[in-house]
């Protein structure tokens, strides 16, 4: 069973289309995360949800939206992509709000925008 | 700003051979620290954690070492293998609610045959 599962692995779109991202964990965590790494590998969080609640937001652009329809799902929304936006999309998630808590990462989803 | 580095980009080593991967991280006030491995086309995968008051914690084949006096981080890899070949990250965090964790630049381990 994969613990932290997104989809879809792969997407190339075109500048100016809007995309989502899923992301489901099986783990009872009640914190699930986003992260973006980009073409240097450098991990960069960008939102956390604790139980559907958001708690951490990275000035990240309003283009994107996160969606916690319960706590064992975190979706990202993006709106207008840009060239910039290409990158691997993690999905990842702990058992709570407090640093100290394993972060369990989903394969990553590489966005292509063209 | 706070944040955490590595200090080579890339390592090669000889099959068999010990490895050390080394961080320095800036931020005193962090007190949880984690080494991550990713494989080509994966998520980053947990390899051990150490807290602020350790200063050294043994896993299978891997040693993390803490030294909080210059703000260091090492892991060691005994008897290195070709399926550790990966990216690495040492990452860091403060314990407490709605703490995160900040990820240093990945180095990459080349295991040579």
């Known amino acids: 069973d994969t613990a932290v599962s997104q989809t879809p692995k792969y997407l190339v779109t075109q500048m100016g289309n809007d995309k989502s991202i899923k992301c489901e964990q099986n783990?009872?965590?009640?914190?699930m995360y986003w992260y973006k790494q980009d073409s240097k590998k450098f991990l960069k969080i960008m939102f956390s949800?604790?139980?559907?609640?958001?708690?951490i937001n990275e000035t990240v652009p309003n283009r994107f939206s996160p969606k916690s329809p319960d706590k064992a799902h975190l979706n990202l929304h993006i709106n207008s992509l840009e060239l910039g936006d290409s990158a691997v999309y993690f999905c990842?998630?702990?058992?709570?709000?407090?640093?100290?808590?394993?972060?369990?990462f989903g394969e990553g989803s590489w966005l292509t925008v063209v | 700003g706070e944040s955490v580095g590595l200090h080579l980009p890339t390592l090669s080593v000889q099959e068999g051979d010990n490895s050390i991967i080394n961080c320095a991280y800036s931020?005193?006030?962090?007190?949880?620290f984690i080494w991550y491995k990713q494989e080509s086309g994966k998520g980053p995968q947990f390899i051990i954690d150490?807290?602020?008051?350790?200063d050294k914690r043994q896993g299978q084949r891997v040693t993390v070492l803490l030294n909080k006096t210059v703000k260091h981080l090492s892991l060691q890899i005994a008897a290195t293998q070709p399926g550790d070949s990966a990216v690495y990250f040492c990452?860091?965090?403060?314990?407490?609610?709605?703490?995160?964790?900040?990820f240093g630049k990945g180095i990459t381990l080349s295991v040579r045959p």
């Open positions: 990842a998630s702990s058992q709570d709000r407090n640093s100290g808590n394993t972060i369990y």
């Open positions: 783990l009872g965590h009640d914190t």
């Open positions: 949800y604790n139980n559907k609640e958001l708690i």
């Open positions: 931020n005193s006030a962090s007190d949880y």
């Open positions: 150490i807290r602020s008051n350790m």
């Open positions: 990452a860091e965090g403060v314990t407490g609610a709605n703490s995160k964790l900040t």
